[in-house]
């Protein structure tokens, strides 16, 4: 030993405390009698080290103050020794004995040490160091050069005394703590000197503490030294923090107190008032996440603060791996322990988990020193996203960093976005709870050679038995599970041949019969062996009981030397006085080679050296080949700056944003790119990242670099299909893959295989030769010992292993089948491996499937559903379904053995005896399998062809529950998969994913399919799939060859090109007057159908795009009709909307000057009063169905000259009831009707029934539009939630700023309260990209906006409207909804948001956003059950609110945003027109109708009600599209005698018979 090693041992084992000893002096490289100017006197080693010893046990902290005035009290030694054995416990017997030999100077040196960080002595330090303050000289008279800067919290033994090189600080060495000999070099390193206290530095007493933080730290009297100094910031303030320390400092409880700071905070402010701490807490406010670096920490740091704060009522749960958690569980956890790749998947998600986003009030990162590993890029991705979240949301989330000592700690705090000066904390290893002596041997030889091998056995032979001789215990960490053995082994033969075995003799512990009768239990066969001789091994391959059994046994000193991986270090908190790092190679999976020690893992492992509160001291050993020693020396004495991976993860993370619609283009990939640590290590140390320093010079934010990086990985992306990149716009577009992918966490590499390999028809065995291949499982590496067992693993799965058992493919592939077998495997090792390969198999198969459903691809979609049900559920497709329902075993295998050829559905209708007889058991076994049976998820599926046009076929789907409903097995809900699929098999036509809930009784749905592809198919098939259950599964054949389609013989109307007309055609000056203060002149459309509307009486259909001009042809008509003189001269409009009712009469209002009158009629009695000049009547359709049910209808006839039948698309059984009574009343008078509508896919039969000839029926296109509206489409595949309209808030921002300044957007959502959501959503979007204004244009506006707002009723809407955004609902105030709309129509508010109930108004705008096409609809069941269900638009509200960007003479934007699946069918019908059909056969309107004309006598018998259906669309339809209506070719009168009698009204006797019916039904008798 060099010279002076001896009494800084000396010096150590004391436990001197923040004592400063001479002895240490080597550290700072001093002489040894060097004093530094401490006049105290010396303290004796004894004494000192019990006192020492006393306070470090958290145990006892509470004892302590009663201990101490025990010692110095006097009382007799005997009663004194009865008194602290009270106190302490009967376990520290030798810890009071030795304290009571000299009790009074033991006593006072331990109150000395209590008072060192007392109130008086701190304020002792600041008198003195005021004192010496003032006397100094204001001036030295010397010019010094500019210091570098301080920060308050940095407490660092060394600083200043580094030599700087170019990759971070360098610190001295001391003299003289190097060894040599022939087989190694050994350096040792002392322990760090203690940093002495600052001025204002004292301990923090538990008692100062608020009552809701002293709650949570029981077993405490003071907060350590650590703790105190960082207390202030972490309780009082919501600053971001950085605490870089030593393991064991007490970091947790810095956690701690950040979490009691949220929960102070979301407490009300009558708090006091308020009885139990916990009751005031809003518990659904917040969401703490703890990030923990292994699942093994996370479950411990969950066990440790559920138990500090269950008094609180705070839940704390684990999240890790492919756990899941429910809504339910969401709601009432507050805090959230979790690793960093779960929480990126979590947030990755808009949904569901990814919900809990929303709420986090604070994210603490456990080992943030991370970041210099390849999980250090999932770290950056995590708070990169959060950092955004922040200034997304102007939400505050508060980080709080831990991590072991860095060396650039100040680029982590940057990072993390910390204050160096209020929220950065650096403790040296001064602070480490037992002071650490750290050797590092270098072992000779070359490396991997038989030499180096023995020199190192030897070395850790050495090392541990001279350890193990003075009563240590020591932990060898080796790096591959199988070493864990022959390194044990190795060192049992080593310990036998030097006769040392009665140094690990184990069999004197007290306890060591009870352990040896518990270790036998375990299938480990080389643990038990090794347990004889005081050794055990601990790796992830064991089992969870063995590792626990080992685990408790070290910790109970049974087990001398235990050889461990490194995994133990991190996730288990397992100290020994020594640990020893054997070897420093460690292979890496994903590069096929050996590479060094982590540097990180090193400190983690030399973290576990000592054992606080039982020990002085610890040694840390590291034996590395000698060629590596100045490598690790530097870097752990040095510690190289951390530096960012990010680089290699950047792809997949770039994937994730823009899958999230984070980053929608290169610019905001760069901005994104700003938040990493990547950015801040480029600009402090750029050589590394490949930049010049002149090109950091030149462009300081490294603007060029950022896109380039950005750029490299969208063009890797897009190459695998991922995204799609336009490299003109630079913008991003997420593809299905991509989305996939990012939900999935599937790596790009991953993707580019499945490119290659996924076919439309795979079997079994396909599926699982592409999923082995997924990089996810690179780290699976073949061994030899494990080839006999994976052989005999293969003889037993049914599926085909390509690759064998010789590769890493082959070995993922037999234990996935092996984990679904429920295969026995016995090697340990192999028992992780399955387990890692069936949690992540059974991921990546979901992301299959759904790729798969992607690509419409129904072979492979079912084998897909199929596998990922049978890896979580543990079977395989072909054993018994019911296996899934608990039953039990005896009960299974009779099952299967006596009826396993029978259904569920069979066994599901037979009676409990039956069943017990069936499977010889008895009956109370046969009500088990019957009660399994009925509540096994089945539906009842029936179906209605209903054909649209010649080539669109819609299926209308009716799902009826056919189960039993368990909330035990079926939970809140019972997802399932429903899809027609070709007759081949081999393609998904349409697809739904719906859900049965407890309340549904039955679901409807519809799919339409193009008939095209099916042409020559004689059945398609509709697939009914449990998402949950194996073999939940229906198959219904829709057969076609009974279909018929309608014809495809449509004539359509082609735009001549004419020159457009004047108003002077109407030939009547006033009209031209009139119309010219308001129009140029007429269009393309109202040029061609001029003639026939104004100068012939013929009725017309008008079939043209909406806002294509076919009101003023409307008008046109009624011009020509009631002008024209004569005693006709009264004419109807008739709309289906009120709203356009009204509309209407105001346009006609403007024609004053004409003789006529305009009147809005919305009761009969207005409608059939007489008029003596011309008029002009608007009505609706069902206020002209009750006129025409009374008498009074006659009244109009003789006058009745026009019927305009506007906004026929919509037409319903109501207004078609209405005109065919119109169209019978009047067959006898000269009535003209004019049929407008919306562009249709086959008019003729509209027109047939409007008595409209050939030659005046006119089909228009919607491409015939004359205005341009550019139609754009923007898909997504989260159900409906807020989650799925936050995501849509980021590409209508996009839009909205993408269209001209003078333009205005109109945004339509579902229902009026989202309203509200939406807009503060692009408020925000606003706030990120710094637009101050909002959508306001100029300055001036907001001045004009202000002055708005002085009108408005609902002053919640003045913060909307000041950013440019109005609202407009149903519920507000009439005058505040005024003020929208003059405000919007004026250009003055640039965004307006309505809900889609008020689609039906006149607005115009540049750009049009439908955020959505699903809305929430409450329905009651036959039971009266309410039951919420999610419905479509129509396709005639989507046109509607296409019309709404049709501007004359302007080019307009709609843009539509909508379910992936929804996509083409809206599309298809906005281009190619709207299918019209009749609803008369499917509802109560003409039922209701003939009852009551049945009862006032007006209908007499059956052929009155078919005279009346003659005059219907009905009619019509049921000939040209007999299969609609459920009727056979050219039986369409058999059809409609068929209806009549279902709806002729039963006997007057039979009604009697009938019970009343309930008071709020609706029935008319």
């Given at each position: 030993m ?7 041992d ?77 106190l ?68 660092e ?53 608020e009552?809701l ?23 009082t ?18 956690a701690?107190?950040?979490?009691l700071?949220?929960l ?40 440790k ?73 999932v ?33 982590v ?17 001064s ?18 050679t ?19 001789k ?5 932990m ?141 001291s ?23 700056p ?204 979901r ?35 019911l ?161 018929v ?38 269009n ?123 906004d ?68 997504f ?74 009108r ?16 407009l ?45 699903q ?41 539509l ?37 049945v ?15 003659s ?14 209506y459920d ?39």
């Open positions: 060099p010279e002076g090693v001896d009494s800084i000396e010096s150590v084992d004391s436990g001197s405390g923040w004592e400063i000893s001479t002895t240490l002096n080597l550290f700072m490289n001093k002489p040894v009698d060097e004093k530094d100017g401490d006049d105290e006197p010396d303290v004796g080693p004894a004494d000192l080290s019990t006192a020492q010893r006393l306070r470090s046990k958290p145990n006892l902290q509470t004892s302590l103050p009663a201990l101490a005035a025990l010692l110095v009290s006097d009382k007799s030694d005997h009663a004194s020794s009865e008194e602290a054995l009270e302490l416990g009967y376990d520290e017997m030798d810890l009071i004995s030795e304290a009571l030999q000299d009790r009074r100077r033991v006593g006072s040196e331990f109150a000395l040490i209590e008072n060192e960080y007392s109130v008086k002595a701190s304020k002792k330090r600041i008198k003195a160091a005021l004192k010496a303050n003032a006397a100094q000289p204001m001036f030295s008279g010397t010019a010094n050069p500019e210091a570098p800067p301080v920060y308050p919290h940095v407490y033994a060394s600083l200043g005394k580094h030599t700087v090189s170019a990759y971070g600080p360098k610190k001295l060495l001391p003299i003289g703590t190097t060894q040599e000999d022939e087989i190694m070099t050994e350096v040792i390193i002392p322990p760090a000197r203690p940093i002495p206290p600052r001025l204002t530095e004292r301990l923090v007493p538990v008692s100062e503490l009552e933080a002293r709650g949570c730290f029981p077993k405490y009297r003071t907060l350590n030294r650590m703790q105190s100094i960082i207390y202030p910031a972490a309780y303030t919501n600053e971001n923090l950085l605490v870089c320390a030593p393991t064991g400092a007490g970091k947790t409880d810095i701690m107190l950040s979490i700071r949220v102070d905070q979301n407490r009300p402010d009558d708090r006091a008032a308020r009885t139990g701490l916990g009751s005031t807490i809003r518990r659904d406010d917040l969401k703490v996440i703890y990030v923990a670096p292994m699942k093994a920490l996370a479950a411990e740091i969950v066990r603060f559920a138990k500090r704060l269950a008094w609180l009522s705070i839940k704390v749960r684990e999240l890790t791996g492919d756990m899941q958690m429910t809504r339910a569980e969401i709601s009432e956890t507050q805090i959230i322990v979790t690793t960093p790749e779960k929480w990126d998947v979590v947030t990755r998600k808009p949904t569901g988990e990814g919900e809990l986003a929303s709420k986090v009030k604070l994210l603490i990162i456990d080992e943030v020193h991370l970041l210099n590993e390849e999980r250090g890029a770290i950056e991705t995590i708070v990169a996203r959060t950092l955004r979240q922040v200034e997304s949301s102007q939400s505050v989330i508060r980080i709080v960093g831990l991590s072991a000592t860095l060396p650039n700690y100040m680029d705090a940057d990072f993390l976005r910390v204050s160096r000066y209020a929220g950065l904390f650096y403790f040296d290893s602070f480490r709870p037992v002071p650490l002596e750290q050797h590092f041997i270098g072992i000779k030889g070359k490396i991997n038989p030499t180096q091998k023995r020199n190192l056995d030897r070395i850790t032979h050495e090392k541990v038995a001279e350890l193990v003075e009563g240590h215990q020591v060898v960490f080796v790096h591959a599970r199988k070493e864990t053995v022959k390194s044990a082994m190795a060192l049992k033969e080593a310990v036998l041949f030097h006769d040392e075995s009665d140094d690990f003799d184990p069999t004197g512990h007290p306890k060591w019969e009870l352990f040896r009768r518990e270790i036998s239990t375990s299938r480990n066969k080389e643990l038990k062996e090794l347990f004889d001789f005081g050794f055990g091994i601990h790796h992830a391959g064991m089992l969870r009981s063995d590792r626990n059994m080992v685990e408790k046994m070290f910790e109970a000193r049974a087990i001398k030397v235990l050889f461990c991986t490194a995994t133990l270090a991190w996730g288990v908190n397992l100290p020994a006085h020594a640990v020893l790092i054997k070897g420093t190679q460690v292979y890496d999976s994903s590069k096929g080679t050996f590479v060094d020690l982590s540097v990180l893992d090193v400190l983690q492992i030399f973290g576990r050296a000592g054992r606080p509160g039982m020990e002085s610890g040694v840390g050993y590291i034996c590395t080949p000698d060629e590596k020693l100045d490598h690790y020396l530097d870097a752990v004495t040095s510690q190289h951390i530096e960012s991976k990010f680089i290699a993860g950047m792809i997949d993370s770039l994937n994730a944003e823009i899958s999230l619609g984070t980053v929608a283009n290169v610019n905001e990939g760069v901005k994104w790119l700003g938040y990493t640590y990547l950015f801040v290590r480029m600009k402090r140390n750029p050589m590394i990242y490949g930049i010049p320093y002149d090109e950091l010079a030149d462009d300081p934010q490294l603007g060029s670099k950022r896109t380039q990086l950005v750029t490299t990985a969208a063009k890797k992306l897009a190459a695998a299909h991922m995204i799609r990149f336009d490299e003109r716009s630079q913008g991003f577009t997420i593809t299905e893959i991509g989305r996939i992918a990012a939900k999935y966490y599937i790596r790009h590499a991953t993707i580019e295989i499945f490119n290659e390999d996924f076919k439309p028809i795979m079997s079994e065995a396909d599926v699982l030769a592409v999923l082995s291949r997924s990089t996810e499982f690179d780290q699976i590496q073949v061994r030899e010992n494990e080839l006999s067992e994976l052989t005999a693993l293969e003889e037993i799965i049914p599926c085909q292993v390509r690759g064998g058992t010789d590769t890493s493919q082959g070995k993922v592939n037999i234990l996935l089948q092996a984990h679904i077998s429920k295969a026995y495997v016995e090697d340990f090792a192999l028992v992780s491996d399955m387990a890692y390969t069936a949690q992540n198999g059974g991921r990546i198969i992301a299959l499937l759904e790729i798969a459903i992607s690509r419409k691809w129904a072979k492979t979609s079912a084998v897909l559903m199929a596998m990922s049900k049978a890896v979580e559920s543990r079977m395989w497709p072909f054993d018994h379904p296996r899934q329902s608990g039953l039990s075993q005896n009960l299974l295998h009779n099952l299967e053995r006596w009826a396993d050829d029978f259904l569920v559905h069979e066994l599901a209708v037979q009676s409990a005896a039956e069943l017990g007889q069936l499977v010889h058991l008895n009956e109370a076994q046969g009500a088990a399998l019957l009660r399994a049976a009925r509540e096994f998820p089945s539906a009842k599926i029936t179906y209605a062809l209903r054909p649209l046009n010649s080539s669109l076929l819609k299926i209308s789907v009716r799902v009826e529950r056919a189960f039993v409903w368990s909330n035990k097995n079926h939970g809140s809900s019972e997802p399932f998969y429903i899809w027609v699929e070709s007759h081949d098999g081999i393609d998904i036509l349409q697809l739904a994913h719906l859900s049965f809930r407890p309340t549904t009784q039955h679901l409807t749905t519809n799919f339409i399919v193009p008939m095209q592809s099916t042409s020559s198919a004689h059945y398609l098939t509709i697939r009914f799939v449990s998402d949950k259950w194996l073999g939940a599964e229906e198959e219904i054949i829709v057969e076609l060859d009974t279909l389609m309608p014809t495809s013989d449509i004539v359509l109307t082609s735009t001549l090109d004419l020159p457009f007309l004047g108003f002077k055609a109407l030939r009547n000056p006033i009209l031209e007057r009139l119309y010219l203060s308001r129009h140029y002149g007429m393309r459309l109202q040029t061609q159908c001029f003639f026939t509307i104004y100068n012939t009486w013929d009725n017309v259909l008008l079939s043209a795009p909406t806002s294509g001009g076919k009101s003023l042809l409307a008008q046109f008509a009624i011009w020509h009709s009631v002008l024209g003189g004569g005693r006709h001269n009264l004419a109807i409009y008739v709309t289906n909307r009120k709203t356009y009712a009204r509309t209407f009469v105001e346009s006609l209002d403007l024609f004053r000057g004409v003789e006529t009158e305009a009147q809005l009629c919305l009761s009969p009695n207005e409608l059939s009063k007489q008029t003596p000049r011309a008029c002009i009547k608007v009505t609706t359709a069902p206020t002209l169905l009750s006129l025409l049910s009374t008498s009074n209808s006659q009244s109009i006839m003789s006058a009745l000259s026009l019927v305009v039948c506007d026929l698309e919509s037409l319903d059984s109501i207004y078609e009831l209405a005109l065919s009574l119109l169209l019978q009343a009047t067959q006898r008078h000269p009535v003209r009707f004019v049929g407008i509508t919306a562009s249709l896919t086959d008019p003729s039969d509209a027109a047939d029934w409007l008595r409209a000839p050939p030659e005046s029926t006119f089909r228009f296109l919607p491409a015939d539009r004359e205005q341009g509206v550019i139609t754009t489409t923007h898909t595949t989260i159900p409906h939630s807020l989650s799925l309209f936050k995501a849509m808030a980021h590409p209508v921002y996009t839009a909205i700023r993408a269209m001209p300044p003078i333009e205005s957007a109109l945004v339509i959502v579902p229902a009026r309260a989202l309203c509200r959501l939406v807009a503060t959503q692009l408020i925000t979007q606003c706030a990120i990209e710094m637009e101050i204004n909002g959508f306001l244009r100029t300055a001036n506006d907001r001045g004009r906006m202000e002055i708005a707002t002085s408005l009723r609902d002053h919640t809407l003045e913060d909307y409207i000041l950013q440019g955004i109005g609202i609902g149903d519920g507000m105030h009439p005058p505040d909804r005024t003020l929208m709309l003059e405000m919007f129509a004026d250009g003055i508010l640039p965004v307006l948001i309505v809900p889609r109930e008020m689609c039906w108004m006149p607005l115009r705008a540049g750009l049009v956003v439908v955020m959505g096409t809305y929430l609809e409450y329905k009651r069941d036959e039971t009266g059950a309410e039951d919420r269900q999610v419905s479509n638009y129509s396709i005639h509200e989507v046109v509607r609110m296409q019309s709404f960007a049709v501007r004359h003479g302007m080019m307009g934007r709609f843009l945003l909508c379910q992936a699946e929804d996509r083409d069918t809206f599309v298809r019908f906005l281009n190619q027109g709207l299918p019209l059909e009749s609803e008369l056969h499917e509802s109560e309107t003409l039922k209701v109708w003939v009852q009551e004309r009862q006032d006598g007006a209908i007499k018998s059956k052929q009155d009600i078919l005279d009346v259906l005059f219907t669309f009905l009619a019509r339809r049921l000939k040209s599209n007999p299969t609609y009727a056979q070719p050219e039986k369409h009168e058999e059809a409609l005698s068929r209806f009549v009698d279902s709806i002729w009204p039963a006997p007057a006797s039979t009604l009697a018979l009938l019970p009343p019916p309930a008071p709020d039904a609706n029935v008319s008798v």
